[in-house]
């Protein structure tokens, strides 16, 4: 690799978050209650230190000094996404002028400080209302979604040029339906492989109402969690197994998404165990026409498989993890303040991929970051010293850049995340911002790392 890394021109720099991490406010300006606000009045002691969503890090209130910092540090785009819940408080019906208003300024601050704003509908939080329906389960829910999506495109499409329909759809079945860590906590296979398909069908039908919107420069994408799966070994029984992992966690949001299908093989082990989900005529055409122009790429770390050692116990729900086991690769370089491999390569692999299997689909990366548990220990004089962060996401962009050299279509780089913020179950345990907020005072202070990015922002590379 060459020891200089200029991007493209016009590359975007900036970061990610999601309204109900952020915005706070969960019982204010006309919201509704999405499931996290009903998750955590039910089970408070779920959450790390017992602390939900009511107030996360405020930007509700204080959006414009928010801005103001994004712009300090260099961002020319921002990625946010819209509160279903406080857009349409039921889910379905009427539309809340505040959180209008809301959003509208949001969005013309950004604009106004030439930050590109990027807008995503759906991360994680389902309206209460529509989850008593069924949530993902219910095809009235998908309709429901359709038309929020609708509306978004409507009000802030004249001004939003990117839009997301869903950020790592895969995380609500693993976490709602197989793993019990998002409401509804159900562990049921078939469940889970319903809610995942009729998400698809959702996001298909909103890609539909973007496209009968007919918005000039306006892209439509999804952002997906990949995890590249990598063989213990040659042997064929490994390879099979990381093939059937990459299936699951991959693919199964991935090929729908960009090549308009689910992967024959995915649909023929779900045949196999009898877990196909519910299908209505007319699906198939959806699907195809739902294809998306751009791919966000989350990539927090890779997936390690081998074959089981043993027979798959198949008696209890299905999992995917009948098929597999993972192992911790000797050697794997790791966050030692999250538990979680750093392995920088796996960008390019991801980008590589995209290119070779998924014709090059203009994609960017839309997360990336590195959790740290009490982050206030490398604070000297307020300012946290997160060289580890700095070296982190630059491993990274170097990988990211080999990638682009080789004829990638990958446009930007958005970290994980702006500023600490709320992390479902994990609340404020893994701090990963740009900037630090204190959680009493909600003083904002620029991490090391903040300096860092905006010298690479200014410059377009290091
Ligand atoms: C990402 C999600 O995958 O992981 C974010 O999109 C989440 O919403 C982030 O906050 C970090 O998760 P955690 O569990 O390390 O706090």
Redesign the pocket.
Known sequence: MSNKYIFPEGFWWGS?T?AT?IEGAAHEGGKGENIWDHWYQQEPDRFFENIGPETTSDFYHRYKEDIQLMKEIGHNTFRMSISWSRLIPGGRGEVNQQAVDFYNHVIDELIANDIDPFINLF??DMPLELQNEGGWESREVVKAYQHYAKIAFELFGDRVKKWFTF??PI?PVEGGYLYDFHYPNVVDGKRAAQVAYNTMVAHAKAVAAFRECNMKDGKIGIIL?LTPSYPRSQHPADLKASRIADLFFNRSFLDPAVLGEYPEELIQILQEYDQLPITENGDKELLKAGKVDILGV?Y?QPRRVKAKDHLPNTEGPFMPEWFFDLYEMPGRKMNPY?GWEIYEKGIYDIMINLKENYGNIESFIS?N?M?VQNEERFAENGEIQDDYRIDFIREHLKWLHKAIEEGCNAKGYHL??FMD?W??M?AY??R?GFISVDLHTQKRTLKKSAYWIKEVSENNGF
């Open positions: 990610a999601s991490q991360h994680f950020n790592e995380v969690n989350n927090y999250r997360e970051g959790g994980w995340t913020n992390s479902w994990n345990k893994n990963y």
